[in-house]
């Protein structure tokens, strides 16, 4: 199996920047691809970027394209996501989570999730 532990979460004023990180442990050999997602209050959790292991291809959400980087340190079996421009609407339980398949983006092609870390953007 792989666990995955999220932090860096906090409350940041709009423009901010937060940095979130995921710890992953186990057999993450078996995972291709490791994705971040959020959920606000009240909505479906939705995919923001991933990012392949092996050759660090990326894929972004269009909301976040262009302010979030995602990246990887293999040798930590570490993935960041760097979160800048941070508007209100990104407020959300932000998760990380781990796929065997390439290139997906749906909560159903992810098979090992994280707990979550609050990210929460004022006015």
């Known amino acids: 199996q792989v666990q995955l532990v999220e932090s860096g979460g906090g409350l940041v004023q709009a423009g901010g920047s937060l940095r979130l990180s995921c710890a992953a442990s186990?057999?993450?050999?078996?995972?291709?691809?490791m994705g971040w997602f959020r959920q606000a209050p009240g909505k479906e959790r939705e995919f923001v970027v991933h990012?392949?292991?092996?050759?660090?291809?990326?894929y972004y959400a269009d909301s976040v394209k262009g302010r979030f980087t995602i990246s990887r340190d293999n040798a930590k079996n570490t993935v960041y996501l760097q979160m800048n421009s941070l508007k209100p609407e990104d407020t959300a339980v932000y998760y990380c989570?781990?796929?065997?398949?390439?290139?997906?983006?749906?909560?159903?092609?992810?098979?090992?999730w994280g707990q979550g870390t609050q990210v929460t953007v004022s006015s």
């Open positions: 989570a781990a796929s065997r398949l390439s290139g997906v983006y749906a909560t159903t092609d992810y098979y090992y």
């Open positions: 990012i392949s292991w092996i050759g660090g291809s990326t």
């Open positions: 186990g057999r993450t050999f078996s995972s291709y691809t």
